[in-house]
């Protein structure tokens, strides 16, 4: 392939206020440097991050003009690495992808072989409904099963649990044998909630947001998955049973923090960062190997929603809202 179209993200100023404008283009494919791979993207999804490429002033495209999109799934079509052949099925995502170099919102896609992932067990549009989520999702459930908390210890919460991180953390503990309460504003996805595998569904936390917050509060979840940060993070700090665990990923809630050190010296809880971005690339080809195993979601119809390029931006719009329910994957041979 030779020439590609691509969704360009670029700067504009609109009566004196920035903006970041979509078009369409077709790009000639460049000389591939040694080392790199060219990808023929198949599929991409839409997380948060996506959608601050299109925000002004979102904080994590470092230049524009830029092909967004930080998930990447396709057959590798030119390699000059002696570790993928052509015809490979692959996966890339975080390190710079989307961000400071092109993504995956174009019918090719360009990468060092050193930040792809082969495929084995799963399809490229299987691997896209993951995607950056659902290898956050992965990376908090491993988390908390590595630190030694049981099923049998107590209900674990998840927070944001209707985004794509917080539905597959739900569909994963499910499947792995723990009781599951799903905290979300939305009240109309609690059956959705439900069929992933989620035992109880409660609002937002705190649930009293009016609540003095207290340095520690009566225990209730033997771990937790925050997507949300803020006010929810620092309520399920305080609420974490002794030795407790709280995999967090989120600052949709904000990003600060109110709490103090009483939870993590009296009751020894952990506070497990999770960043998906920087990852090295020996323990992510390990983690897809479990997504492919022990930790393959097994609802992703129930959560992916499949959509064109020309639907791209809509998503984004619901996504700043905080309206989108799930996760949107981005066919590429659809909506140009």
């Known amino acids: 392939m030779t020439q590609y179209r691509a969704l360009i993200a670029e700067l504009a100023d609109h009566d004196g206020e920035a903006a970041v404008n979509s078009r369409v283009e077709t790009r000639d494919a460049a000389p591939l440097e040694p080392g790199h791979l060219r990808i023929a993207v198949e599929f991409s999804g ?3 991050k996506d959608a601050l490429a299109f925000t002004p002033g979102g904080g994590v495209v470092r230049e524009y003009p830029i092909v967004p999109g930080i998930d990447i799934a396709g057959t590798v079509v030119e390699s000059t690495s002696d570790d993928f052949a052509t015809g490979e099925r ?5 390190y710079e992808i989307g961000t400071a170099r092109d993504g995956g919102y174009a019918e090719q896609a360009v990468v060092p072989a050193d930040w792809a992932v ?5 399809s490229t549009r299987e691997a896209a409904a993951i995607g950056t989520a659902g290898f956050t999702a992965a990376m908090s459930v491993a988390a908390i099963v590595d630190a030694g908390v049981a099923p049998a210890d107590g209900p674990v919460v998840v927070t944001g649990a209707t985004g794509g991180v917080g539905s597959t953390a739900i569909d994963l503990l499910a499947g792995l044998g723990y009781e599951v309460v799903a905290s979300s504003g939305k009240p109309a996805a ?3 909630l439900r069929a992933l595998g989620a035992n109880e569904v409660i609002g937002r936390l705190p649930l009293d947001p009016d609540a003095k917050p207290r340095p520690l509060g009566r225990s209730r979840w033997a771990a937790a998955v925050d997507c949300v940060g803020g006010a929810a993070l620092a309520d399920v700090i305080s609420t974490l049973n002794y030795g407790g665990v709280v995999a967090a990923s989120g600052l949709t809630g904000g990003a600060g923090l109110k709490t103090t050190v009483m939870p993590f010296i009296l009751r020894g809880v952990t506070l497990a960062g999770i960043d ?6 020996a323990p992510r080809r390990a983690l897809w190997a479990r997504i492919e195993s022990d930790l393959r979601p097994r609802h992703l119809d129930l959560v992916a929603n499949d959509i064109g390029i ?3 931006r809509a998503v984004v719009d619901a996504l700043r809202a905080g309206e989108y329910t799930g996760r949107a994957v981005v066919d590429l041979s659809r909506g140009w």
């Open 46 to 48: 839409v997380n948060f």
């Open 90 to 94: 692959v996966v890339a995502h975080g």
């Open 276 to 281: 998906s971005v920087l990852m090295p690339i």
């Open 118 to 122: 082969r495929l084995n067990a799963l």
């Open 310 to 312: 020309d639907g791209v």
């Open 190 to 192: 609690t059956d959705h």
